[in-house]
């Protein structure tokens, strides 16, 4: 069983910054691939980056490219998600998730068995 708690968000204007965590809980998380998700009101959950288990690989969406960073700490089982230069269209509660059994990242939802609760991130114009 894994667990994740989700830290970090909160409200900020355009153009600045916040970095998310998420600690996780359970075994064997060096092995499995992590990801971060977001969901605006009204919208469906979106893919935003996701880490290998080892974090040699990451993956970005479009939307993320260049902003945001993805990185994690295996020894504090620890995940981190840095993002700069904010905008108003980031607002969404942002979700921490973790595979099953598999150590790559992946960029679909369904593919993460374990979520954490959420953490709201707010981008004022």
């Known amino acids: 069983q894994v667990q994740l708690v989700e830290s970090g968000g909160g409200l900020v204007q355009a153009g600045g910054s916040l970095r998310l965590s998420c600690a996780a809980s359970?075994?064997?998380?060096?092995?499995?691939?992590m990801g971060w998700f977001r969901q605006a009101p009204g919208k469906e959950r979106e893919f935003v980056a996701a880490?290998?288990?080892?974090?040699?690989?990451?993956l970005y969406a479009d939307s993320a490219k260049g902003r945001f960073t993805i990185s994690r700490d295996n020894v504090k089982n620890t995940v981190y998600l840095q993002m700069n230069s904010l905008k108003p269209e980031d607002t969404a509660v942002y979700y921490c998730?973790?595979?099953?059994?598999?150590?790559?990242?992946?960029?679909?939802?369904?593919?993460?068995?374990?979520w954490g609760q959420g953490t709201q991130v707010t981008v004022s114009s």
């Open positions: 998730a973790a595979r099953g059994a598999y150590n790559r990242g992946s960029p679909y939802a369904y593919e993460y068995g374990y």
């Open positions: 359970g075994r064997n998380l060096s092995t499995k691939g």
């Open positions: 880490i290998s288990g080892s974090g040699a690989t990451t």
